[in-house]
Every structure is written in structure tokens, then in C-alpha cells.
């Protein structure tokens, strides 16, 4: 979000140079830079103990196949946001979590931290939010997801260790 209005005093905010950031946001009545803000969000290639990878079919986007994902709230770590997502969406427990990497999404707005995750327990589908859910081998979900999507992007990244800790 870009600021065009001081979020403390309400001032008009001018813009103003400031160290190497170029030109920033600045409010005269606070002295103060406001930098641009966005959300970040957790994406996490959820995987069982056969190393195969969840897909799921959300009920807002039907059409097409993705990871778990979900927004970090306020005074949550990004692995405690993907250990909730997970619960929340699949009803799996996390016994392993490790990161992979980040990625900006939506012209900015968005920083996505991907997240490699072992998962025990049922699967399920019922809370609201998804429609269905498939294990898959790592190839076949490269293969499924939308090309270039950061699903895939991170999908390729935890096939690809994989590769490189299992030589044949």
C-alpha cells in the first residue's frame, strides 16, 4: 500500500529523498518517512511420508490446483502461519518445516515465504475453504500447477534438493 496521507496525524504526505531508498513518503508534521507497506503470506508444498506433495482445489478458484497458503497474522512467526494453515486447511499435523524461499507476488503487494513441510494424519476437506485435495509425486505436481505460479516456483525448489540429497 502506498501512503498518500500520514497514518499518524493525517497530514498530506510530500515525498522526500531519504538515503539510497530514493524518494519516500515524508511527513512534515512528524518528521517521518512512511514506507510502502504489504502482506505477507506463507505458501508451504505440504508433503506425506511417501514424499508425495498435496494439491488442493480451493472454493474460490476451482479451476485450477495449489499449495496450502494463507496470510501471517499479526504477532505470528511465518512457520507458526504455516503450521496453522496446514491444520486449518487439511487438518494434518507438521512433524518437519523448513524454508525455501521468497517471493514477491501481485506487483508488490505481497511477499510470499515458501515453505517445505511434513505432515501426518488424516487429510480432510471440510473446512470451507477447500473443495478437494490430492497427494501426488513432486513431477506430476510441477505438471499441474499454473506455469510460473510461485506454487510451482517452490514446488520445483523442494523436487529439485530432493534431487541433489538422492543421486541414483
Same mark, same amino acid.
Given at each position: 500500500m502506498r501512503h498518500t496521507y500520514c497514518p499518524d496525524c493525517g497530514a498530506k504526505l510530500a515525498e522526500r529523498p531519504v538515503g539510497d531508498e530514493g524518494l519516500v513518503p515524508w511527513c512534515r508534521n512528524c518528521g517521518r518517512p512512511w514506507f510502502d507497506s504489504?502482506?505477507?503470506c506463507i505458501i508451504t508444498a505440504v508433503m506425506n511420508d511417501r514424499g508425495e506433495?498435496?494439491?488442493?482445489?480451493?472454493?474460490? *478458484?476451482p479451476e485450477r490446483e495449489v499449495l496450502v497458503a494463507g496470510y501471517i497474522k499479526p504477532g505470528?512467526? !511465518?512457520?507458526?502461519?504455516? $503450521?496453522r494453515e496446514i491444520a486449518e486447511?487439511?487438518?494434518?499435523?507438521?512433524?518437519a518445516l523448513r524454508y525455501v524461499a521468497s517471493y514477491p507476488h501481485m506487483n508488490g503487494d505481497m511477499l510470499m515465504l515458501g515453505y517445505a513441510?511434513?505432515?501426518?494424519?488424516?487429510?480432510?476437506?471440510?473446512?470451507?475453504?477447500?473443495?478437494?485435495? *490430492?497427494w501426488t509425486t513432486l513431477d506430476e505436481a510441477v505438471?499441474?500447477?499454473?506455469?510460473?505460479?510461485? !506454487?510451482?516456483?517452490?514446488? $520445483?525448489k523442494v523436487r529439485d534438493a530432493q534431487d541433489t540429497h538422492n543421486p541414483e
Open positions: 504489504f502482506s505477507t506433495v498435496l494439491l488442493q482445489r480451493e472454493t474460490r *478458484r505470528e512467526s !511465518a512457520e507458526d502461519a504455516a $503450521r486447511e487439511t487438518g494434518l499435523t507438521v512433524t513441510a511434513t505432515a501426518e494424519g488424516e487429510n480432510r476437506t471440510d473446512s470451507g475453504e477447500i473443495l478437494s485435495a *490430492r505438471a499441474a500447477l499454473r506455469e510460473g505460479s510461485i !506454487a510451482q516456483q517452490v514446488v $520445483r
